[in-house]
């Protein structure tokens, strides 16, 4: 089975930086997720992490480390429309690899 | 425009009636899925195909059946054998077979079981 963890609330300023973590451990690993959720809407990826380290994508940067089990998204500059839930996801490999496992999801909220 | 479409977006049904979701896509993915998600709980998944006429059980796959006679077309019934099926409904496609396969989705059913 999958055990996620991420926190399940975090507020930030907005044009702050806000880390939202995500423990995980799986059954064999084939890559993390990161995907966004505005409330009432369907999912869009934000990101894929197979190798350790960090992959930057504009504002948004997803880390991961393979030997702890641990991954972040990173978001610069906050906008009051990165209000949204931040699901991390974890793929395991060999039988079932075409499921991933949701976290519970970060609800973030952006004050101004 | 390629994309993935599920219709109704709201959807309400008496209890005891078998209702089916639609899901299609049009980005020829030989992959698609269907999610449940409940406030304040992950994404579970119900079903998924990896091509058609082929299915397997997710994790919460009681109360549900799909077909996949069409490769763009992968609609779900939920029966009257599920008994919570008040949920939001979310299918997605990926195009299968490759370890750095993204999952899209659709915008998602609302059902209400009255």
């Known amino acids: 089975g999958q055990n996620i963890d991420q926190p399940t609330e975090m507020t930030a300023t907005e044009g702050a930086i806000v880390q939202i973590n995500c423990t995980y451990q799986t059954s064999g690993f084939n890559g993390l997720f990161w995907y966004q959720q505005h409330a009432g809407e369907a999912p869009t990826f934000l990101s894929y992490n197979v190798l350790d380290g960090l992959e930057e994508k504009g504002r948004f940067s997803s880390f991961l480390s393979r030997s702890k089990g641990y991954s972040y998204l990173l978001l610069k500059e906050l906008q009051m429309k990165d209000s949204a839930s931040y699901l991390c996801a974890p793929r395991a490999s060999g039988a079932g690899s075409y499921q991933l496992t949701f976290g519970k999801g970060t609800k973030l909220s952006v004050i101004p | 425009d390629g994309g993935i479409t599920q219709s109704p977006k709201y959807l309400f049904r008496k209890e005891g009636q078998n209702v089916t979701l639609s899901c299609e896509q049009n980005l020829n993915h030989d992959a698609m899925y269907w999610y449940r998600q409940d406030p304040g709980q992950g994404l579970r998944l119900i079903y998924y195909s990896q091509i058609v006429n082929d299915f397997q059980k997710g994790d919460i796959a009681e109360g549900y059946s799909v077909s996949r006679e069409k490769k763009e077309s992968f609609p779900l019934t939920v029966t009257s054998a599920q008994k919570n099926p008040t949920a939001f409904y979310l299918c997605?496609?990926?195009?299968?077979?490759?370890?750095?396969?993204?999952?899209?989705f659709g915008p998602g059913t609302r059902l209400t079981v009255l």
């Open positions: 997605a496609s990926s195009i299968a077979g490759r370890s750095t396969d993204t999952q899209y």
